[in-house]
């Protein structure tokens, strides 16, 4: 799918000033990590972006091989509307983790990965290759898009959205994508990081 050029310097620039914004934080959220739960302070997760597999970055927020429990939690998955997985009270999360997320610094270093371009500023919301394995067809659009840091469905409640409308609006953005519907996105994302932090 085309990357359009306004759209890859847009990325850069406000990637470039969100390090700069917060990169005081990072030694401060890596130390509280590793006093709680040692290394690693960041985990890789896969996700695919552009149709192929990718890897990005966050401070980690869970416990040691979190990976391997997620098997056993699915019985007490709260989503019924299709393939994601969500825990309110995840056991795998570590007590730094839940402040972390709840502040929305655990993505912090996402910043560098819009830089190198493996995920877009704004976009569709990164997906588990598990996750995309059991998408129907006619969802899989989506997943040919860069996934984005934050992005339409992301401002508009992706937490409390069914699935069906958490793609409705993503497959929206990737057909009406446009410089001023970008900063409108990032408009709501600052205004719900400053002002609500768990409504992203």
Sequence with gaps: MHYPLWKRIFDIVSSLVGLI????????IGIAIVIESGFPILVRLR???EGKLTSVYKFRTMIKNAGDMKQSLFPMNE???????????????????????????????????VFMGRLALMGPRPHEPEEVEKYPEEYKKVTLARAG???????????????????????????????????KIAVKTALILFFDPTGV
């Design 149 to 183: 840091l934050t992005g339409l469905s992301q401002v508009s409640g992706a937490s409390s959205l069914s699935f069906e409308k958490e793609i409705e609006l993503d497959t929206y953005y990737i057909e009406h994508q446009s410089f001023f519907l970008d900063c």
């Design 79 to 113: 989503r019924t509307d299709g393939p994601l997985f969500k825990m309110k009270n995840d056991p795998r999360v570590t007590k730094v983790g839940r402040i972390v997320r709840k502040l929305r610094l655990d993505e912090l270093p996402q910043f560098i990965d």
């Design 21 to 28: 914004f917060f990169i005081l934080f990072f030694p401060f």
């Design 47 to 49: 996700r695919i972006s």
